[in-house]
């Protein structure tokens, strides 16, 4: 995890209590805590620029609810990460997983990677590093200007930047099926005109990588995915597949939304939406059809998912979603992949 300091090493801010070198102790609350644009906030807790340790550092991040990290890669370093708080899903070479509280990862050098949080509160996470983090052996891999602590959310706009492992694993993967782009991005309703812009370096929004995930990871991971898509939510009946199939207008996406009583920012935010576009398809925009779909996945019946599912990944759409065009989701509505 990239640990920056307005651009500077670690400095000297607290007080060290010396024990018999190299030994020092570093209480937690004696380290300030520096705070990104983002909101996310570092402490780095041992560094051998501030605390005569040799061989390793050690920081305490905090990642906010609904943001990630950059990707970025350590040429020279090895590290850990130990969760020691909420929920989160970590980005490694070409592979994605979910982590929770308790789980730990080795990231070797050289690695592209990058970790959001999907549960309801922050992902805090300790991040040792084998030699010590350096600025001068990260390599960010998006353009995205560095800023302090944690580095800078990607955020939605027209140029935004692809994470280019996703994007490359995603092509490596079509390739390997022998599928045509059409036939790949049909499997979750995309044009194949947004298809070609995608692959040549378009940012894709986060309904559609999902279902992607959803529709071409492995069984394990795509009910991993599906278990964190639908965690929390109440334990009932679900609404009926009549009220899932209206709920491709905004009209109808308003009536789900009140008789499961969610709040505009809960409801669209589980479909990974902002609260200010979902208000606008409230108000009569026309949803893409991966928010349709994402939407019957999360908010759908067990059974019903299930059968979702299986149709998902044996190539064929939901039944439900309307095969008419649709929009391309509009740049501010879709939280960005």
Request: aromatic letters at 4%; charged letters at 20%.
């Amino acid at each position: 995890m990239q640990k920056t300091r307005t651009g500077q090493e670690p400095q000297a801010d607290s007080t060290v209590i010396d024990m018999g070198a190299p030994k020092c102790v570093q209480p937690y609350d004696g380290m300030p805590t520096y705070r990104t644009k983002d909101g996310s906030t570092i402490r780095e807790l041992m560094h051998p620029t501030v605390h005569g340790n040799q061989a390793q550092s050690l920081a305490h991040a905090t990642i906010p609810t609904g943001k990630r990290t950059l990707l970025h890669r350590h040429h020279k370093t090895e590290e850990l990460y130990h969760v020691t708080g909420g929920r989160g899903r970590m980005a490694l070479g070409e592979d994605t997983f979910p982590v929770k509280t308790g789980d730990t990862i080795c990231i070797a050098p050289g690695t592209p990677h990058c970790i959001e949080t999907i549960g309801p509160t922050p992902l805090r996470i300790l991040c040792c590093c084998s030699p010590a983090y350096s600025h001068a052996d990260t390599e960010l891999l998006e353009d995205e200007p560095e800023v302090d602590g944690l580095p800078q959310i990607a955020k939605s706009s027209k140029r935004r930047t692809p994470n280019p492992v996703i994007l490359e694993s995603f092509r490596a993967l079509r390739k390997r099926r022998g599928l045509s782009q059409g036939r790949f991005w049909g499997t979750i309703q995309v044009t194949q005109s947004a298809a070609s812009r995608y692959e040549s370096g378009r940012g894709i929004p986060k309904p559609a990588l999902t279902l992607l995930r959803l529709a071409f990871g492995t069984q394990r991971e795509a009910l991993a995915l599906l278990k964190d898509l639908r965690h929390g939510l109440p334990e009932s009946p679900g609404p009926t597949q009549q009220a899932l199939k209206a709920a491709a207008t905004g009209e109808g996406a308003k009536a789900l939304r009140q008789s499961l009583g969610l709040t505009q920012a809960v409801f669209w935010g589980r479909i990974m939406t902002t609260q200010s576009g979902g208000a606008r398809y409230e108000m009569g925009r026309d949803l893409p059809r991966q928010v349709v779909m994402l939407m019957q996945f999360v908010f759908g019946t067990e059974r019903y998912v299930t059968s979702l599912l299986s149709a998902l990944r044996k190539g064929s759409p939901s039944h439900d979603v309307p095969a008419t065009d649709q929009p391309e989701p509009a740049e501010d509505q879709l939280q960005p992949a």
